[in-house]
């Protein structure tokens, strides 16, 4: 099953085997306007599906529609219907929304909110599944109770009120990423089961579009948010397709006035152009395959209901950003749940494989479609917890179910505007080596100072890593983020010069970027001297990343350096997952608490550097869910380095 084809296990970003290809950051390029060229704006007013005809999905009276549906999943949902119904609607005090100011706690919060959200999508499901009106009453009681909430932004996002952060000014509603979801949520509602609704009283459906209105589409046409991108000419992260998505949703569910909602599917068009404006050739997610999932994902999201709204005349699925955008999430697939998770994102992740087999089927790729398959049969059950994917899902599952699946396992991965390498000892198994460095610079989305950073997997499993991101609090997005360890350049694999480390911002950066890849090597090199600040007195500093392919395979990270005067110390951190244990001069062993053998051999010039072993306790329950109680860092220092020099660390199995 894992064994593919050289066309399938060996695909690249840019196809150029042998050479070596340098690359520094491009120059801005003439915006790209896909939606805008696909659809002009006086086109749309002739393609745009009026809102009483528009019919994405079927609705809770269409029986039979719903009574097609995989039995096992039906059950599945029912069951979930019920547990929801035994579930007490959590309370949100505004005590428990001041938290967030008071003690920089926003978990608190966010549980009960989401938990009210996720009740409601489960009744709403399970009464569209059964049919027969058990679930109503509580599913009127949750909306209700969800349009008597002061605000449906969270306590974290509503900082750009004009009060400032703690309780939300009601006469300044917030579009967050949550109001806008919470809008989707009510708009589907109010769809799927419309006549059930009314027949308790319309009301209800009159109180969802009086809120909606006020909360979001008022709002969206007579204020400009930042994650619209109208008044910056900064590159955008997933807010704005994220938001985006569920924007359309409500515009195109709940918008009774037909110029009014072609005007607003207009803006929202104009936004997602410029998030695309601004993305970057190769389809690189610099917030990496964390966040895919609401950035490259949400992007299908917007892209699939603009299909839908105009009959297919918004059709931009063959453009080549748009397919790369998509193709991101297996390139950066390393072995079952792992992920690449450079950028705050956990290396083990649960990602949507209905999606990811709808994206790849539309753009006709596929093993994006096998990819999306193997994830919906190997790691996840139906339920995500937003209603505009969970419906899709639910009426393809059996083609799903039906596709061919496996995990592409691609040999080689280049990817030159987000400085992103992959490289395997073969392509098509998890078997062999793995690794993947970064360049970039430290001012992406969602950054970590890591430039130059690396990992490595042994036969799929983790060896050296990126620690990954703890949970998010008050410190997380302020001025203090970098006093977080785990986004530190010492805390990931990358080197600290004269006892400092890289710092944030967009001029610390990889330059002088060179890769290439044949059936002998894979390497990737880059100065990373600019990624530290003039204290650290480093004059060049040529890091290479190189897989060695063949009989004897192995890891090298070859860094050869110019310091502006005499050093003080070097120290080249590795973090790792398993236990490190020196057992000669210039060699350690990485043995991983299920493993028998030791996962990997580290070999270094002990003339040069000497080993240093620590343990970090990971008393974080984000990072804990994936490496368990503790990481380790590894060490190896030089002290009074010469101002000119090399070191060489080698990994093996």
Not at 4 to 32: G, N, Q
Request: proline share 6%; with cysteine; hydrophobic share 40%.
């Amino acid at each position: 099953m894992h064994q593919r084809s050289s066309a399938i296990a060996v695909v690249f970003a840019v196809v150029s085997l042998l050479a070596i290809v340098p690359h520094t950051w491009a120059a801005a390029k003439p915006d790209r306007n896909i939606l805008a060229t696909a659809c002009p704006a006086d086109k749309l007013a002739s393609v745009l599906i009026p809102r009483d005809k528009f019919h994405p999905f079927p609705i809770a009276g269409e029986r039979e529609a719903w009574g097609a549906l995989v039995a096992e999943t039906r059950k599945a949902i029912v069951e979930r219907g019920e547990m929801a119904l035994a579930e007490p609607w959590p309370a949100l005090p505004a005590t428990l929304y001041l938290e967030y100011v008071r003690i920089g706690n926003r978990r608190n919060y966010e549980g009960p909110y989401f938990a009210r959200r996720n009740k409601l999508r489960d009744l709403v499901l399970a009464e569209c599944v059964e049919g027969k009106g058990r679930f109503i009453d509580e599913i009127v009681s949750g909306i209700w109770l969800i349009c008597e909430e002061s605000s449906w932004c969270i306590p974290a996002h509503v900082g750009s009120s004009p009060n400032g952060r703690g309780l939300p000014d009601i006469n300044h509603p917030v579009v967050d990423l949550f109001t806008a979801d919470t809008g989707a949520t009510m708009a589907w509602t109010s769809y799927l089961l419309g006549p059930q609704l009314d027949k308790v009283t319309p009301l209800i459906r009159n109180r969802i579009s009086a809120e909606v209105q006020k909360r979001i589409l008022d709002v969206t046409l007579s204020r400009n948010f930042g994650w619209m991108g109208f008044d910056t000419q900064a590159p955008l992260n997933n807010w704005n397709p994220w938001i985006n998505s569920n924007w359309l949703t409500a515009i195109l569910l709940l918008e009774p006035d037909e110029a009014r909602r072609r005007q607003a599917v207009a803006r929202s068009m104009v936004s997602i152009d410029l998030f695309l404006n601004r993305y970057p050739d190769d389809g690189g997610c610099d917030e990496g395959p964390g966040y895919w999932g609401q950035a490259g994902g949400s992007l299908f999201d917007c892209l699939e209901l603009l299909h839908c709204a105009t009959n297919g005349s918004v059709d931009v699925y063959q453009n080549r950003l748009v397919q790369e955008i998509g193709k991101y999430i297996y390139k950066a697939h390393i072995a079952g749940d792992w992920y690449i998770n450079f950028a705050d994102a956990a290396a083990r992740q649960d990602v949507n494989g209905p999606l990811i087999w709808r994206y790849g089927k539309r753009i006709g790729d596929e093993p994006m479609m096998a990819f999306g398959a193997y994830d919906s049969k190997t790691t996840r059950g139906q339920g995500r917890g937003q209603l505009g994917r969970d419906l899709p899902e639910l009426f393809h599952a059996k083609a799903i179910r039906s596709t061919k699946y496996y995990e592409p396992l691609l040999r080689d991965v280049w990817l030159p505007d987000t400085g992103l390498m992959v490289a395997r000892s073969k392509g098509g198994t998890v078997d062999g080596l793995y690794l993947a460095a970064q360049g970039g610079h430290n001012a992406e989305s969602h950054n970590h100072n890591d430039v130059g950073n690396f990992i490595v997997f042994v036969d799929g499993k983790p060896a050296l890593i990126d620690v990954g991101v703890p949970v998010y609090s008050a410190k997380t997005f302020s001025s203090r983020r970098y006093e977080i360890w785990v986004m530190q350049s010492a805390y990931h694999n990358c080197p600290t010069i004269n006892g400092v480390m890289q710092a944030p911002g967009r001029k610390y950066e990889a330059r002088n970027l060179a890769w290439r890849s044949d059936d002998k090597l894979a390497e990737l090199s880059m100065d990373v001297a600019a990624a530290y600040p003039a204290e650290a007195k480093v004059k060049s500093w040529k890091r290479t990343h190189r897989l060695n392919r063949g009989d004897a395979p192995s890891v090298e990270i070859i860094d050869q350096y110019a310091l502006d005067g005499p050093g003080k110390q070097i120290a080249l951190s590795l973090m790792t997952p398993c236990k490190a244990t020196v057992i000669s001069p210039g060699k350690l062993t990485l043995t991983g608490e299920a493993d028998t053998h030791p996962r990997a051999i580290i070999e270094f010039d002990s003339t040069k550097l000497t080993p240093k072993v620590e343990t970090i306790p990971t008393d974080d329950a984000r990072l804990q869910a994936v490496w368990g109680q503790r990481v380790y860092r590894i060490l190896l220092q030089q002290d009074n380095p010469p101002e000119t020099g090399e070191y060489r660390v080698r990994i093996t199995r």
